[in-house]
């Protein structure tokens, strides 16, 4: 069993910058799939191995996935914000990657409970 918990979320003006953060815990496996969702909308996902980032494009070259496997954490670094990123974002894992579905929340396992975004413009 896997336990996820998003932090990071709040009020942003349009073109300014949030970190999402999602603390892992539960299982000592540090190679899940990891991925980042805006309500069931696919934003980015990190598999180890192979290591593979995938992002949606509407985030591409905006939104970067990160994960620090000592301390159990994967980020999600927003800049360039804008209002139709608002939405609620959610941490998700999976035992194994595949990258035709990475990006498809009905593919996750694990769910945190997620963090709120709002971008006023």
């Known amino acids: 069993q896997v336990q996820l918990v998003e932090s990071g979320g709040g009020l942003v003006q349009a073109g300014g910058s949030l970190r999402l953060s999602c603390a892992v815990s539960g299982d000592s496996n540090t190679n899940y799939c990891m991925g980042w969702f805006r309500q069931a909308e696919g934003i980015a996902a990190n598999g180890r191995f192979p290591?593979?980032?995938f992002y949606a494009d509407s985030v591409k070259g905006r939104f970067t996935i990160s994960r620090d496997n000592i301390k159990n954490m994967v980020y999600l670094q927003m800049n360039s914000l804008k209002p139709e990123d608002t939405g609620m974002y959610f941490c998700a894992a999976r035992p194994v990657c595949s990258v035709g579905d990475i990006l498809t929340a009905a593919r996750y396992t694990y769910w945190g409970q997620g963090t709120q975004v709002t971008v006023s413009s």
């Open positions: 290591e593979n980032i």
